[in-house]
């Protein structure tokens, strides 16, 4: 199982970034895909969730509006569009997957997940 995370960069305050994270080694379709962040000094949190088929999406409270988690199936690929970016927002940005269902409850808990991607920075300045 690998994933491969990237799009990070350096941007200014209300500025865009689309995050990718690209899957090998597993059926991708079948498995759902979340984003988490970690800022220096604090504990990994999730930011979205997209479940195997698309049908079920999740967001923290803080991003809803912002940013927006899709599949690309042709490109075994699960990206995170990032608008209207905030100094809030600067963190390392993780994919991960997991062979076990995922619940709305536990998604955003990191350590249900078991497959971690290598992240990538995100750093938004005013």
């Known amino acids: 199982v690998q994933l491969q995370a990237s799009g990070g960069g350096l941007v200014q305050s209300g500025e865009s970034l689309r995050l990718s994270c690209r899957a090998s080694?597993?059926?991708?379709?079948?498995?759902?895909i979340a984003w988490f962040r970690q800022a220096p000094g604090k504990e990994r949190e999730g930011v979205a969730y997209?479940?195997?088929?698309?049908?079920?999406?999740y967001y923290i409270d803080s991003v809803k509006g912002r940013f927006s988690i899709s599949r690309d199936r042709a490109e075994n690929t699960v990206r995170l569009q990032m608008n209207s970016l905030k100094p809030e927002d600067t963190a390392v940005y993780y994919c991960?997957?997991?062979?076990?269902?995922?619940?709305?409850?536990?998604?955003?808990?990191?350590?249900?997940?078991?497959?971690w991607g290598q992240g990538t920075q995100v750093t938004v300045s005013s």
């Open positions: 991960a997957t997991d062979f076990e269902p995922v619940t709305p409850a536990t998604w955003s808990n990191p350590r249900r997940w078991d497959y």
């Open positions: 997209i479940s195997s088929n698309s049908a079920n999406i």
């Open positions: 080694g597993f059926s991708f379709d079948h498995f759902p």
